[in-house]
């Protein structure tokens, strides 16, 4: 008998819905930092509402919902995480994020790996992890602090 545990796959969410204030500012985020390009549209009574964007690297599909109300007051949690391949690409965001001029939490360390908060122009917290698996060396652990 199947249990429903055994349908889920490794990276198999469906989308991830955020508040946003302005879909063309947050649009701008997720293209920027991440790479991601609009999917569709919703529509509305009066034109499109919503966009629903895709990254072609991976990662969850998300749609950007227009809601100023829940957009004003994000929660102090990660709204979700997104993996990185390895410590390497963690400095790499943050680098990216400090040259774009955008906010972003320390570089810290958890457990075995690196990992850094990133903000989203209405201050949705993005959690960004080395992925499940990756190991530093004990050398690494001794000769590369965190910068």
Known sequence: MKTFHTFLENDNIHHVR????NL???FAFWHDVFGYER???FPGPDGVVNW???S????PS???WVDAARAADPPPYP???LSLPDEQAVYDLAAELDRLGLEHGELTTLG???RVFAYDPDRNKIGCYVRHGYRRSAEDIRLRPLR
């Open 24 to 26: 063309e500012r947050s």
């Open 18 to 21: 955020i508040a946003v204030s």
């Open 62 to 64: 998300i749609v950007l």
């Open 79 to 81: 709204l979700f995480s």
């Open 112 to 114: 075995q790996a690196a």
């Open 52 to 54: 629903a964007i895709k």
């Open 56 to 59: 072609e690297g991976g990662g």
């Open 39 to 41: 999917d569709f549209d």
